[in-house]
């Protein structure tokens, strides 16, 4: 039986020299860019770290907050990915590719939801407790798929799952990542 898993972090600010991929539309991972040893130990056949990367900067006058800005990433982390060579082929590689594309679809959520806050002095507590939010949204997104799939076994509900994700992937294209 080949297992995955996925790890999911979210970050406030990213590391400066951990190695990422950002999502884009027009790249699909490879088996190569699971860089990590594989953890024996581990019944998963390979693991995917990707998360939602997220910081913000506040301008204020002496007494008020007059306006924000905010940016949002969704990564791919090689370093903490990993697969078990005998273990994986195309399908599951399929499975860690759609962890990555539901990781973009919560950064789009957030971003959605961030381009409907309104300026005030807490402005700083709403983009923090939004990016809480956000992330037990994703983490538990992100189980539900590895359930209702069990790790990329049930052909089936992986087609449904592929199929959803690019929907609701559409149904946000305003908000996708840029970079």
Known sequence: M?????????????????PVISWNEFYKLSWSDFKATPNKSENASAITASGITFGFS???????????????HAHFYPEQSWYKVKEVDAHVLGHEQL??????LYARKFRQRISQLKVSNTIGSQLKKLHN?????LASKQNTYDAETDYSQIAEQQAKWKAYIVIELAKLSKYKSVD
């Not at 080949?2 to 951990?18: G, N, R, T």
């Not at 962890?99 to 973009?104: A, G, Q, R, S």
């Not at 939010?133 to 949204?137: G, L």
């Open 99 to 104: 962890h990555f594309d539901i990781t973009e």
């Open 2 to 18: 080949i297992k995955c898993a996925l790890i999911v972090c979210c970050f406030l600010f990213v590391a400066q020299d951990e």
């Open 58 to 72: 506040v301008k204020q006058t002496d007494t008020r907050v007059i306006g924000f800005t905010s940016n949002v």
């Open 133 to 137: 939010t956000i992330k037990k949204e």
